[in-house]
C-alpha cells in the first residue's frame, strides 16, 4: 500500500497520530479550563492532573529511545 510496510505505517501512527491525539486532549483541557472560569490555579490544577499521564507515556518513549540506542 503506496510502498510502506505495515510496520512504517504502524511507526508513524504511533508517533505522528498519538502526538496529534495529545494535542487535542491538551486543546480539550484549555477548553474545560476555559468554560468552567477555573482562574490560573484551578487551570495549573486541570492541566497538571490530566495531562501527567501523558507526560509518563512520553517519558517511555523516551527511555526506551535512550536505553535502546546505546547511549
Known amino acids: 500500500m503506496l510502498g510502506i510496510s505495515e510496520e512504517q505505517l504502524a ?13 487535542y486532549m491538551l486543546f480539550i483541557i484549555g477548553e ?10 484551578g487551570t495549573f490544577v486541570l492541566f497538571f492532573v490530566l495531562a501527567f499521564g501523558m507526560i509518563g507515556f512520553v517519558a517511555k518513549i523516551i527511555i526506551q529511545k535512550l536505553m535502546f540506542s546505546g547511549v
Not at 511507526?11 to 494535542?23: N, V
Not at 479550563?33 to 490555579?41: E, I, N, T, V, Y
Request: net charge positive.
Open 11 to 23: 511507526e508513524f501512527g504511533m508517533s505522528f497520530g498519538l502526538g496529534a491525539f495529545m494535542l
Open 32 to 41: 474545560l479550563a476555559w468554560k468552567s472560569k477555573a482562574g490560573k490555579l
